[in-house]
């Protein structure tokens, strides 16, 4: 992009940074279409875009006259633009927002710009072979300090806003935002202001009712993974998720899936693993292990059996006259509960649709109390 820039201005053309750097992105992309697939290549043009954008309009707004002040300015508008850009992928990616990004720039800019001056400045002499070792020794040390500033910054409390998720839509619906908000500081159009502050009204208002409807509501959800089955037990904004997992490599995908689907801000989660789990006091529910590979998870309103495991027919743990509203047949769960067929009326029976053959014989299943997670999908139940 620079390069084209440089031979723009060595030819005497003024060219605006945008076509630069459309035709620098339309070049790489030539050279290997999968470069617009990698977080690297969206979060650079992202970033540049942004501060083509936005940096000369803010500086022409306020101009200090003080040289120091006018520094920190220009690094504050250079760190601004290149976040506010770059906000809708760095959630949806990392699920997390740098606070104190542009206190950061302060000291990150004064350094990597030594940096960069310092490696144009030895690349002759590291090509002769002079001094490579003392040149390279003096740019991995300003490097080490601005990672070390960095790291400071990142461990202050509060440095850091996490667990901020957003699907595919909201990003596209977060990034046509910031092209509002970017049209509005370039234009300074007062009816593209009005539009903007009415979006933004809508947006709040919208969540607004998605919170009150969530704080409201209650459900139960049972779903199965290949290799793991998971159970979860909402009421309001407090949710408890218990996991049973046949592997590592399955526990990795069901939590990231949690990560993505109930990872939402406003939720308070709480995880529980089933089988190394005697007992557990949720939020919301608690957990028994009534035998090997069966617990008994629930709350005041609904309670259920979560089977495991191999051995023993379930009603042989279950001490007493309680009737489960539902019974929860595991991923990777075996053979052997005959007793779980004489299920009570009344008792849904959730049997994970990759195991069902290890249980019960398809003809012997009743749609009434029934419900095959493989061919009906995750179970839910909602008060």
């Known amino acids: 992009m620079f390069s084209l820039i440089t031979i723009s201005r060595f030819l005497d053309h003024r060219t605006h940074p945008i076509n630069a750097i459309m035709v620098s992105a339309f070049l790489l992309l030539v050279a290997d279409p999968g470069w617009i697939t990698r977080v690297g290549f969206q979060l650079s043009y992202a970033a540049i875009l942004g501060i083509a954008l936005l940096h000369q309009p803010l500086m022409s707004r306020i101009r200090p006259g003080n040289r120091l002040f006018a520094w920190i300015w220009q690094a504050t508008v250079l760190s601004f633009s290149a976040q506010l850009a770059t906000a809708p992928l760095v959630i949806y990616y990392f699920h997390q927002f740098p606070v104190y990004s542009l206190v950061t720039s302060l000291a990150a800019i004064p350094l990597l710009s030594c940096l960069i001056a310092l490696f144009v400045f030895s690349v002759p002499f590291v090509t002769m072979g002079i001094l490579p070792g003392f040149l390279n020794r003096c740019m991995m040390e300003l490097a080490g300090w601005m990672n070390r500033v960095m790291e400071y910054v990142s461990s202050i409390p509060g440095a850091v806003a996490e667990n901020l998720h957003i699907d595919r839509a909201g990003c596209l619906f977060f990034m046509i935002l910031v092209g509002l908000v970017i049209s509005a500081i370039t234009r300074w159009r007062g009816s593209l202001l009005t539009r903007f502050f009415l979006v933004i009204a809508l947006v709040l208002i919208d969540n607004a009712?998605?919170?009150?409807?969530?704080?409201?509501?209650?459900?139960?959800?049972?779903?199965?993974?290949?290799?793991?089955?998971?159970?979860?037990?909402?009421?309001?904004?407090?949710?408890?998720?218990?996991?049973?997992?046949?592997?590592?490599?399955?526990?990795?995908?069901?939590?990231?899936?949690?990560?993505?689907?109930?990872?939402?801000?406003?939720?308070?989660?709480?995880?529980?693993?089933?089988?190394?789990?005697?007992?557990?006091?949720?939020?919301?529910?608690?957990?028994?292990?009534?035998?090997?590979?069966i617990s008994i998870i629930g709350n005041d309103h609904l309670s259920g059996l979560v089977v495991?495991?191999?051995?023993?027919?379930?009603?042989?743990?279950?001490?007493?006259?309680?009737?489960?509203?539902?019974?929860?047949?595991?991923?990777?769960?075996?053979?052997?509960?005959?007793?779980?067929?004489?299920?009570?009326?009344?008792?849904?029976?959730?049997?994970?649709?990759?195991?069902?053959?290890?249980?019960v014989a398809p003809q012997y299943i009743t749609t009434g109390n029934a419900h095959l997670t493989g061919d009906r999908g995750a179970f839910i139940l909602r008060w």
């Open 209 to 293: 009712g998605k919170t009150c409807r969530l704080i409201h509501t209650s459900e139960m959800v049972a779903a199965h993974f290949n290799g793991g089955s998971l159970v979860t037990f909402r009421e309001g904004i407090r949710a408890d998720h218990y996991i049973y997992a046949a592997d590592s490599v399955t526990f990795v995908r069901m939590n990231e899936y949690l990560c993505r689907t109930w990872g939402r801000d406003q939720l308070r989660n709480h995880l529980f693993i089933l089988h190394n789990t005697i007992s557990a006091e949720g939020s919301v529910t608690c957990s028994r292990m009534l035998a090997p590979g």
């Open 308 to 359: 495991s495991g191999t051995g023993s027919p379930v009603y042989d743990a279950v001490a007493g006259e309680w009737i489960p509203d539902f019974i929860l047949l595991c991923n990777g769960a075996g053979s052997g509960g005959t007793g779980i067929m004489e299920i009570p009326a009344g008792t849904c029976l959730i049997i994970d649709g990759s195991n069902i053959r290890r249980w």
